[in-house]
């Protein structure tokens, strides 16, 4: 496993290192000493899967609010995603930023999107399967988001009109947004 650190602070990517024969391959995709070693979590409280039958489908952007923020490591197991996070950390140097990465089946890696993001995904293609492990139980209460196109944040998805749900288009816009999220305070 190869951990690096991404361009908002406290975001990661791991790397996992795959051993390849005729027959496929092996890879480990979790090492809890190596996790905490890195200052990750390295338990969790739940594992999720995301289906999508057809590309240009977008999810997000969400996030649960405090006492049931959660970080999130997010990999792509089938198909491939554009995936975009945001900082909602008020305090944070990066607050209201940015980031997004390709991730394919094919190259295998985590992305780790920390608590006090937003956190959304469009297909490339169709049949996607996307995971993500989280560190805190899902709250229903607890879920919020933001516009997936707020002009705030001019996130360069991949189509401009994307399948979305009617949830992910009835956000309120990051400039009504007053963030629950301190920049170094764990949830």
């Not at 496993?1 to 005729?22: A, V, Y």
């Not at 996130?155 to 999220?181: E, G, K, L, N, V």
């Amino acid at each position: 496993m190869n951990i690096r650190p991404l361009k908002l602070s406290g975001c990661f990517e791991i790397e996992l290192t795959q051993r390849r024969d005729e027959r496929g391959f092996f890879g480990r995709t979790f090492d809890a000493e190596i996790f905490a070693a890195h200052g990750l979590p390295a338990s969790f409280a739940q594992e999720n899967e995301s289906f999508t039958r057809a590309k240009g489908t977008l999810r997000g952007l969400h996030f649960q609010k405090p006492p049931f923020a959660e970080t999130k490591f997010v990999r792509c197991l089938a198909g491939s995603v554009y995936d975009a996070f945001v900082d909602l950390r008020e305090g944070s140097p990066t607050y209201g930023q940015w980031d997004a990465h390709v991730l394919t089946a094919e190259s295998p890696r985590w992305l780790v999107i920390p608590k006090g993001f937003a956190h959304g995904f469009c297909t490339l293609e169709a049949d996607t399967l996307f995971a993500y492990k989280v560190d805190a139980r899902y709250a229903p209460e607890a879920e919020a988001g933001l516009p997936w196109n707020d002009p705030a944040f001019a996130i360069p998805w991949p189509t401009p009109a994307p399948f979305t749900s009617a949830r992910d288009q009835s956000h309120a816009p990051f400039a009504q947004f007053r963030t629950p999220f301190v920049a170094g305070i764990a949830w």
